[in-house]
């Protein structure tokens, strides 16, 4: 059964940073896209971006280019979201999706993914 498991949310004052973590198991993800996410409250989920987990290529939308980097660690079934000059805007829940699609313009989509972690709250104060 696979899991994905968000950790590393928590408070920032704004133009701190912070590093996200999604823990991955249940199977091996080869071919997998794995997602960020991010809802806000009363808000519709929103991409944050996505990496290939086969070979690191990355996906972002264009309203998170030079502030948000996604990685991954396979050995350690690791994925991640750094996350650089934070703004009181990027408060939300994000969350770690995964997806049996490969990664291309369709991931941006959160009907692609098959898998979903229960998200970890980050709150950036002004």
């Known amino acids: 059964q696979v899991q994905l498991v968000e950790s590393g949310g928590g408070l920032v004052q704004a133009g701190g940073s912070l590093k996200l973590s999604c823990t991955a198991s249940?199977?091996?993800?080869?071919?997998?896209?794995m997602g960020w996410f991010r809802q806000a409250p009363g808000k519709e989920r929103v991409f944050v971006g996505a990496?290939?987990?086969?070979?690191?290529?990355?996906y972002y939308p264009d309203s998170g280019k030079g502030r948000f980097t996604i990685s991954r660690d396979n050995a350690k079934n690791l994925v991640y979201l750094q996350m650089d000059s934070l703004k009181p805007e990027d408060t939300a829940v994000y969350y770690c999706?995964?997806?049996?699609?490969?990664?291309?313009?369709?991931?941006?989509?959160?009907?692609?993914?098959?898998?979903w972690g229960q998200g970890t709250q980050v709150t950036v104060s002004s």
């Open positions: 999706a995964a997806s049996h699609a490969a990664l291309d313009s369709g991931s941006r989509y959160s009907t692609t993914y098959h898998y």
């Open positions: 249940g199977r091996t993800f080869t071919g997998y896209t």
């Open positions: 990496i290939s987990w086969s070979d690191g290529r990355t």
